[in-house]
T-cell receptor, first 114, second 117 residues
Framework: SQTIHQWPATLVQPVGSPLSLECTVEGTSNPNLYWYRQAAGRGLQLLFYSVGIGQISSEVPQNLSASRPQDRQFILSSKKLLLSDSGFYLC?????????????FGSGTQLSVL | AQSVTQLDSQVPVFEEAPVELRCNYSSSVSVYLFWYVQYPNQGLQLLLKYLSGSTLVESINGFEAEFNKSQTSFHLRKPSVHISDTAEYFCAVSDRYSGAGSYQLTFGKGTKLSVIP
C-alpha cells in the first residue's frame, strides 16, 4: 500500500532562519507531488507541484522553493523565513495518469515563525 | 480563474441533528468537485467527489453532496450527525490540468463542524 510521510509535525523557527521540510512517498512510482499551505483564516493554497525528478512548477511567487532530488522525495525550503511563512504545510501525491481524481495528503507540518 | 467559497467558518450542531455545509464555486469551464475532511490531529482525507454522471454523490459514512450547476453549488449534507463527525471540512474544485493526466485543486477556507452531545 502507498504511504506518505511528512516531517516534522511541528516546527518553531526564528525569523531569518532557514527551513527544510521533507516529504517522502512509498509504494508508488512516478507520483505527482504537491506542497500546499493553509495560512490562518485562509484556504489551502497550492505552492508547488512536480511531475518528475527535477521538474518543479511554482504557483505563487514567494519566499519558498521546492526540490525533488528523487522520484518519491519532495523538499520545501527557505533560505530566510519571514513571519508570513507561518502556517500549516501539507505534502500530497497523486498518481500520474489517474486524472488527478484523488490527492493523498500527509499529516502536515505546523510551522510557527517567531 | 476558479474560486471556492465556504460561507460558514464554524457550524455547531447537536448530535443526531441534520447538517448542511455550504460550498459555492466560480469557474468559466467545467469542473470536478470534491469534499475533503480533516479530523483532529490527522491529515486531509477525500470524503466524496463529483466527476460526471449523477449529480448526487454519497460517501460511506452517510454524507452526501449534490452538484447544482445553475447555482454553482456543491453543498454537503448529512441527515443525522455523530460526535465522530467533528472535523474540519474543505470543499475543492479542479478545472486545471497540471500535466501527465493530473489536475490541481483549489480549496475553500474550510468549515469547522462541531457536534454537541
Amino acid at each position: 500500500s502507498q504511504t506518505i510521510h511528512q516531517w516534522p509535525a511541528t516546527l518553531v523557527q526564528p525569523v531569518g532562519s532557514p527551513l527544510s521540510l521533507e516529504c517522502t512517498v512509498e509504494g508508488t512510482s512516478n507520483p505527482n507531488l504537491y506542497w500546499y499551505r493553509q495560512a490562518a483564516g485562509r484556504g489551502l493554497q497550492l505552492l508547488f507541484y512536480s511531475v518528475g525528478i527535477g521538474q518543479i512548477s511554482s504557483e505563487v511567487p514567494q519566499n519558498l522553493s521546492a526540490s525533488r532530488p528523487q522520484d518519491r522525495q519532495f523538499i520545501l525550503s527557505s533560505k530566510k523565513l519571514l513571519l508570513s511563512d507561518s502556517g500549516f504545510y501539507l505534502c500530497a501525491w497523486s498518481v500520474i495518469g489517474g486524472a488527478g481524481e484523488k490527492l493523498f495528503f500527509g499529516s502536515g507540518t505546523q510551522l510557527s515563525v517567531l | 480563474a476558479q474560486s471556492v467559497t465556504q460561507l460558514d467558518s464554524q457550524v455547531p450542531v447537536f448530535e443526531e441533528a441534520p447538517v448542511e455545509l455550504r460550498c459555492n464555486y466560480s469557474s468559466s469551464v467545467s469542473v470536478y468537485l470534491f469534499w475533503y475532511v480533516q479530523y483532529p490531529n490527522q491529515g486531509l482525507q477525500l470524503l466524496l467527489k463529483y466527476l460526471s454522471g449523477s449529480t448526487l454523490v454519497e460517501s460511506i459514512n452517510g454524507f452526501e453532496a449534490e452538484f447544482n450547476k445553475s447555482q454553482t453549488s456543491f453543498h454537503l449534507r448529512k441527515p443525522s450527525v455523530h460526535i465522530s463527525d467533528t472535523a474540519e471540512y474543505f470543499c475543492a474544485v479542479s478545472d486545471r490540468y497540471s500535466g501527465a493526466g493530473s489536475y490541481q485543486l483549489t480549496f475553500g477556507k474550510g468549515t469547522k463542524l462541531s457536534v454537541i452531545p
